[in-house]
């Protein structure tokens, strides 16, 4: 099996900043895209931030130029570095990843359990 477990959540005033991990575990052969997403109470999930297994990133309008992901493939660990941080930021966030496994030729999603991220003064 694999497992994605996101940390770093919390509660930060506005314009302060936060860092998230993910780090996927198990069975694992390679991941090839990762990606963020964010839930609000009320709201669909959306997409925060998306990064190829080669880097290139992509951002929601929401957040482009004030988060930033990455990740380190040889820890199989992706991360979200978010700035300037808003009210309107406030959400569960989820990590995603496409696994290969070590018992499958084909990719398999994944999610993690979320990790809250409250911004408040």
């Known amino acids: 099996q694999v497992q994605l477990v996101e940390s770093g959540g919390g509660l930060v005033q506005p314009g302060g900043s936060l860092r998230l991990s993910c780090a996927a575990s198990?069975?694992?052969?390679?991941?090839?895209?990762m990606g963020w997403y964010r839930q609000a109470p009320g709201n669909e999930r959306e997409l925060v931030a998306t990064i190829t297994r080669s880097g290139t990133t992509n951002y929601a309008d929401s957040v482009r130029g004030r988060f930033t992901v990455s990740r380190d493939n040889a820890k199989n660990t992706m991360y979200l570095q978010m700035n300037s941080l808003k009210p309107e930021d406030t959400a569960v966030y989820y990590c995603?990843?496409?696994?290969?496994?070590?018992?499958?030729?084909?990719?398999?999603?994944?999610w993690g359990q979320g990790t809250q991220v409250t911004v408040s003064s």
């Open positions: 198990g069975r694992i052969f390679s991941i090839n895209a």
């Open positions: 995603n990843a496409a696994v290969i496994t070590t018992w499958a030729t084909y990719e398999i999603e994944y």
